[in-house]
């Protein structure tokens, strides 16, 4: 029988095992690895603020869009994959799928259904904490594969089941990957607090991401945190945990950041897409205890109307972010009422 224990147990290894062990030495105490496993939490606790907002409201998983690296050639241009994982029908998804298929750049696109029985163990290599290379088992989730048909618009169903519908896009790496050491264990122990289905379902999506996709050669990501639905529109949201930048104390000179990388891709979708992009912080008292005060949001236009577009900062993940007014965000109830 597979229970909660096991299921992070295997999110753990597959984690570990793919995130290196670089700290950042720009936050204390925060490498890059923590803020990654506490990520989760954030994207956890948004969808279910959302639901229990509305009953209106319908939130999906965001999806990823997956290419080769740019060769340089003049002639080599990107070329998406976008692929996205979850238990329930592929019809949920048709809005999202619809939108995104307008995109002449995105040439394949699949849907991973979750299928929540039949799931086995297999064997994973790992580097353990004295760093030697042993042999162990992780959970290997079920999934059903379906294509999204651009010209008719529907999904059909893959007549290959398997990765390789995937794999088949990229090149099988030349050596393999880094097996980073397992550690980490008291990052992990909040997952404990929520439902069996919903580590699955996070664990599922890593199964492919951190173990799958390493074994395509050159492979570049950019995933998405998820979109809110509502009749015919379609919502892309980026979600954090974080505070909020104080210079002084005055809440005046607060400030969030939104990296420079991902603020950019947000735009070209923007301009490209049918749908609205939102930015939710899940604003935490410091960043030791990281107890949770409130939802802070806006829409990217509202960001962009205050950003300080002649310098930028730092962030914590070594990438520059632009900076906009913590007075322009709202209450995450306050957006949600105007959707």
Known sequence: ??????VID???????????????????NND????RVLGFKAEIEFEKAVCEFSKELNFVEGGQFISKKISGAPE????????????GSPEVYKNVYERISLW???????????????????????????????????????FLFFNFNKQTRRFEKNTTQDFSIVLKHFNLPERSPSLFKIRGDEQFKFFEQYELLTLKKIYATRYFLDHIMRKAQ??????????????????????????????????????????TRRL???????????????????????????VF???????????????????????????????????????????????
């Open 104 to 142: 002449d750049e995105v040439d394949d696109m699949l849907y991973m259904q979750i299928v929540d029985e039949d799931w086995i163990t297999e064997a994973f290599k790992i580097t353990n904490r004295d760093g030697d290379k042993v042999e162990t088992k992780i959970l290997k989730p079920k």
């Open 1 to 6: 029988m597979i229970d909660k224990n096991k």
């Open 218 to 259: 050159g492979r570049q990501f950019i995933d998405l945190d998820g979109f809110i639905l509502k009749n015919e529109k379609v919502i892309l949201v980026e979600i954090k945990e974080k505070t909020p930048i104080e210079e002084t104390p005055s809440i005046t000179s607060w400030k969030y950041g939104w990296d």
């Open 32 to 35: 890059y690895f923590k803020r």
């Open 76 to 87: 080599d241009k990107n070329n998406f994959l976008y692929t996205t994982i979850d238990f």
């Open 293 to 339: 005060v409130q939802w802070d949001s806006l829409f990217i236009q509202d960001f962009l109307h205050g950003v300080s577009w002649s310098s930028s900062r730092g962030g914590g993940g070594g990438e520059d972010t632009l900076l906009a007014p913590y007075l322009y965000f709202k209450r995450l109830d306050e957006i949600l009422s105007t959707i």
């Open 264 to 290: 950019l891709w947000y735009l070209y979708l923007l301009n490209k897409l049918d749908m609205g992009v939102m930015y939710n912080v899940r604003r935490v008292n410091n960043r030791t205890d990281r």
């Open 10 to 28: 295997s999110l753990q290894k597959v984690l570990c095992t793919a995130t290196s062990t670089v700290s950042d030495a720009k936050v204390a």
